[in-house]
């Protein structure tokens, strides 16, 4: 008996990491790593900030992302700026989320960091009409 419970014990431990890996392994979460760490380093996030904003990335970002994939397929002007409107306003609930985690201080840094990484993307064509 004691065996029996020994290996069932054994082999939820087992899914339960394999589910851990697999999921860590997605790379819409390994982009949001990516994100959170740089924000992390860049903010001093404590620990309990990084798991809350890593949760807001995860939250949000899907339906960004989404948006963004609809966008870039799309040939339709009036529906593009539509998408961008929305991509827009999914963008600003994240940052919405994010800074009702930080301090004063680190939302002014991000802030700053926002508008910096803003000036360097590309902006969107306009289309003649």
Not at 22 to 31: D, L, T
Not at 86 to 98: I, P, T, W, Y
Request: proline share 6%; with cysteine.
């Amino acid at each position: 008996m004691k065996r029996l419970l020994f290996v069932l014990l054994l082999a939820c431990l087992t899914c339960a990491g394999g589910y851990e890996i697999f999921i860590k392994a997605r790379p819409e979460n390994k982009k949001f790593d990516c994100e959170i760490k740089w924000l992390s380093h860049k903010l001093s996030l404590t620990p309990e900030q990084t798991t809350r904003v890593r949760a807001a990335h995860v939250k949000h970002c899907p339906s960004m992302n989404g948006l963004g994939a609809e966008l870039k397929s799309c040939a339709d002007p009036n529906r593009a700026a539509e998408l961008r409107k929305l991509c827009c306003q999914a963008a600003d609930k994240l940052v919405e989320a994010v800074s009702a985690e930080l301090t004063p201080l680190q939302r002014e840094e991000y802030q700053k960091l926002l508008s910096a990484r803003k000036q360097h993307q590309p902006q969107p064509q306009s289309t003649p009409k």
